[in-house]
């Protein structure tokens, strides 16, 4: 996979990729984030963006699950996660009723 500078293809575009450019994906670097960068056919257009927005999504769920262990909720009771609902489901309910 070829690594281009963010700020190089941001200056040159389409020059930073090179001559050739095929269908191999691209790594656009920058100092906070990385980018892939990925030549579609129009027809399968959708398709990628179906499994990108896939992808998206298992992503921000590992980024969750990892933010869950750090405040350490993995360890946290089935008890203790029923508590929390029927604690909201009454909260709810009594906002309901005074409104």
């Known amino acids: 996979m070829k690594t281009i500078p963010l700020r190089e293809f941001q200056r040159e575009g389409v020059k930073a990729l ?53 405040a350490g909720l993995d360890e946290t009771s089935m008890e203790d996660v029923e508590a929390e609902i029927r604690a909201a489901r009454n909260s709810i309910g009594q906002r309901q009723r005074s409104a």
């Open 18 to 70: 090179g001559p050739g450019f095929s269908a191999e994906p691209l790594l656009l670097t920058g100092r906070d984030r990385e980018f892939v960068l990925l030549q579609v056919p129009p027809d399968d257009r959708s398709a990628v963006l179906d499994l990108a927005e896939g992808l998206a999504a298992v992503l921000a769920l590992r980024q969750d699950q990892e933010r869950a262990v750090e």
